[in-house]
């Protein structure tokens, strides 16, 4: 039985190109959203790109936390089960979590594996993660990781693992400042194949720079621009106050990913 689906497959899901258990469906889609600094709202982005490929009438969509600081679980309104950490090491001792225990789902459909919160993570069990992606991959349309600042190996293996990349900057002048160091660092550790998309999003309080400004960040790791609105904390007002907000993002998002 796969990590990432409650139905028995004939073979194991391998990555290896040419391997003869590979799955021969497509795999669904992988992507990696990274904070370049603190507050960005990597988190929020993570949920809400779930959220609106759902309403699109994409199935299953898996929204994964790599962070172990629960973030999705709050947003998603779920009692998280299994995180990612601990799942890759039950599937690297040789058991496979059941579904129930692993996942948790939101009342609007999103398929969520996160945790509650916790101050530590364990050693990374790099095998045992490296199946759980390549599971969710063969087992979902869309999956959708929260890979945080990118400051664990959890994180950092979820990146690795992407087909696309999302980078979210503040678009403002400290914000910029905090970001913009991380963000060759973030592009060099990206799969040499993945597309890479920086996400602009506006602070509160602070004056906004023009996206002129953001133009050379972009240029420098060869990704493609996307403004993204203000959003909040999601647990302050209805979820489809903030999608509605979001939805130009969220929409040329999914376009994105879809290419």
């Given at each position: 039985?796969?990590?990432?689906?409650?139905?028995?497959?004939?073979?194991?899901?391998d990555?290896?190109?040419?391997?003869?258990?590979?799955?021969?469906?497509?795999?669904?889609?992988?992507?990696?959203?990274?904070?370049?600094?603190?507050?960005?709202?990597?988190?929020?982005?993570?949920?809400?790109l779930?959220?609106?490929?759902?309403?699109?009438?994409?199935?299953?969509?898996?929204?994964?936390?790599?962070?172990?600081?629960?973030?999705?679980?709050?947003?998603?309104?779920?009692?998280?089960?299994?995180?990612?950490?601990?799942a890759?090491?039950?599937?690297?001792?040789?058991?496979?979590?059941?579904?129930?225990?692993?996942?948790?789902?939101?009342?609007?459909?999103?398929?969520?594996?996160?945790?509650?919160?916790?101050?530590?993570?364990?050693?990374?069990?790099?095998?045992?993660?490296?199946?759980?992606?390549?599971?969710?991959?063969?087992?979902?349309?869309?999956?959708?990781?929260?890979?945080?600042?990118?400051?664990?190996?959890?994180?950092?293996?979820?990146?690795?693992?992407?087909?696309?990349?999302l980078l979210?900057?503040?678009?403002?002048?400290?914000?910029?400042?905090?970001?913009?160091?991380?963000?060759?660092?973030?592009?060099?550790?990206?799969?040499?194949?993945?597309?890479?998309?920086?996400?602009?999003?506006?602070?509160?309080?602070?004056?906004?720079?023009?996206?002129s400004?953001?133009?050379?960040?972009?240029?420098?790791?060869?990704?493609?621009?996307?403004?993204?609105?203000?959003?909040?904390?999601?647990?302050?007002?209805?979820?489809?106050?903030?999608?509605?907000?979001?939805?130009?993002?969220?929409?040329?998002?999914?376009?994105?990913?879809?290419?």
């Amino acid at each position: 039985m796969s990590a990432a689906t409650d139905r028995h497959e004939a073979a194991r899901h391998d990555r290896r190109a040419g391997d003869p258990g590979r799955s021969a469906q497509k795999p669904g889609r992988l992507v990696a959203v990274v904070a370049l600094c603190g507050g960005a709202g990597a988190s929020t982005l993570t949920y809400l790109l779930c959220c609106a490929a759902i309403a699109k009438g994409e199935r299953p969509v898996l929204c994964v936390d790599a962070t172990g600081r629960a973030g999705i679980a709050a947003h998603a309104g779920v009692r998280g089960g299994l995180s990612f950490a601990h799942a890759g090491i039950e599937l690297q001792a040789g058991r496979t979590p059941e579904p129930a225990r692993l996942f948790a789902t939101a009342n609007n459909g999103v398929r969520v594996l996160c945790q509650t919160p916790s101050l530590t993570q364990p050693l990374l069990a790099v095998d045992g993660a490296d199946r759980l992606l390549a599971d969710a991959r063969a087992a979902h349309a869309l999956t959708v990781i929260d890979c945080g600042t990118l400051n664990s190996e959890h994180e950092r293996l979820a990146l690795a693992s992407a087909d696309h990349v999302l980078l979210v900057i503040p678009a403002s002048r400290p914000g910029i400042e905090r970001a913009v160091p991380l963000a060759a660092q973030a592009r060099e550790l990206c799969p040499a194949g993945a597309s890479v998309t920086l996400i602009a999003r506006p602070e509160q309080t602070d004056r906004q720079v023009p996206v002129s400004e953001l133009a050379p960040i972009a240029g420098a790791i060869g990704a493609t621009i996307v403004l993204c609105p203000h959003l909040g904390d999601l647990r302050e007002r209805p979820l489809e106050h903030a999608l509605k907000r979001a939805q130009v993002t969220t929409q040329a998002l999914l376009a994105v990913l879809a290419r």
